[in-house]
């Protein structure tokens, strides 16, 4: 992690492929731009638009490899809390008590996290929040979870829990060693998350094939036990990964497969043969993703076709206009990539 950001190129508009196009009255009227990679379970591109080998922020999509860290670093958790880990959770009740829950058996509480006090992100859940006299807390900020696992992992190191969002932290450096090991790569430059834990770049090819490598992990003996532990979690407690009928939540339930965002327009899903895509619009976006990525995934046979439509009827939103919500347009894939379908 020795890149300069003064040197780091980073994807330009010029770079990248045309990924969807929203159409009103049958007319283009927005065009998102940015870059996907589709790779195969032992690492193979398959498909590559735009520049995936260059670098980004993957942002939370980072995360299940990050829970991975946290469990070879020490973490003792449970597997609804690495489900946590891996999540940008809604800060519903049931999110916050399990991130308390997680503190509390290591003797921790909310004032030993390091991310921002939030109310949750959902309007019905701040209701219930502010009518319990709830005031923001740490324990709704979306990256909770991540953050438990971290001090957990420490408090079993005997590690300082005070620094352990500091890149240096012996925590911080399990995390380096498993993106270097699953992705093929070390990372780039390091900058500070919204949350306030380490933001490392990272080529998108790069993330989709260590998530893979995740994702594989429930069918290969010689996987490692930490990314079976992170996969089966994932799918077994999809709710804490985001929340009920959330994108990430509603993939895992109805498709099996894993599927992690990040913010700026990230996005990364893995089936469990390992095949994975990953997927960045350029302006921060993140309405074409879902689309984009599980149509490259269903091209390959990742995904199970017959259900795949009712998912995406589900987590990408129409184009409506009206007091009656009518649909008045669409979002579609891009030639460039429906030339790969």
């Not at 196009?21 to 990679?37: D, F, I, Q, W, Y």
């Not at 003792?76 to 829950?101: D, F, N, Y």
Request: with cysteine; hydrophobic share 40%; charged share 20%.
């Amino acid at each position: 992690m020795t890149q300069s950001s003064a040197t780091l190129q980073t994807p330009t508009a010029e770079d990248s492929a045309e990924l969807a196009v929203v159409t009103r009255a049958g007319v283009p009227e927005s065009r998102h731009l940015g870059s996907a990679v589709l790779t195969a379970p032992d690492g193979e591109v398959l498909e590559s638009l735009g520049t995936p080998d260059l670098p980004t922020f993957p942002r939370s999509s980072l995360k299940p490899l990050q829970a991975v860290a946290s469990l070879r670093a020490g973490a003792l958790i449970s597997p609804e809390a690495v489900a946590l880990a891996c999540g940008s959770h809604t800060g519903s009740r049931r999110h916050q008590e399990l991130t308390a829950a997680t503190l509390a058996k290591e003797g921790l509480d909310e004032s030993h996290l390091k991310c921002p006090a939030a109310l949750p992100s959902r309007t019905a859940d701040v209701k219930i929040h502010l009518e319990a006299g709830k005031d923001a807390t740490r324990l709704a900020f979306n990256c909770s979870g991540k953050h438990a696992a971290f001090l957990a992992a420490a408090r079993t190191r005997g590690d300082r829990l005070a620094t352990y969002t500091d890149p240096q932290h012996p925590v911080q450096q399990v995390v380096w060693e498993v993106i270097e090991e699953y992705c093929g790569q070390a990372p780039g430059v390091v900058g500070v998350d919204g949350c306030g834990a380490p933001a490392p770049t990272l080529p998108l090819t790069a993330l989709a094939r260590g998530t893979g490598r995740i994702a594989a992990a429930l069918t290969r003996r010689e996987a490692e036990v930490h990314a079976f532990t992170v996969a089966q979690a994932m799918l077994d407690y999809p709710w804490a990964v985001r929340g009920v009928g959330e994108p990430d939540t509603v993939v895992m339930e109805e498709l099996g497969i894993l599927a992690k965002a990040g913010a700026e327009g990230v996005l990364v899903l893995a089936a469990g043969d390992g095949t994975a895509c990953a997927v960045k619009c350029l302006d921060g976006s993140s309405r074409p993703n879902y689309l984009v990525g599980l149509s490259l995934l269903a091209a390959r046979g990742a995904v199970d076709l017959d259900r795949l439509e009712g998912v995406l009827q589900r987590i990408v939103k129409p184009i409506t206009g009206g007091a009656d919500q009518q649909v008045v347009g669409t979002l579609r894939l891009a030639d460039a990539v429906t030339a790969r379908l």
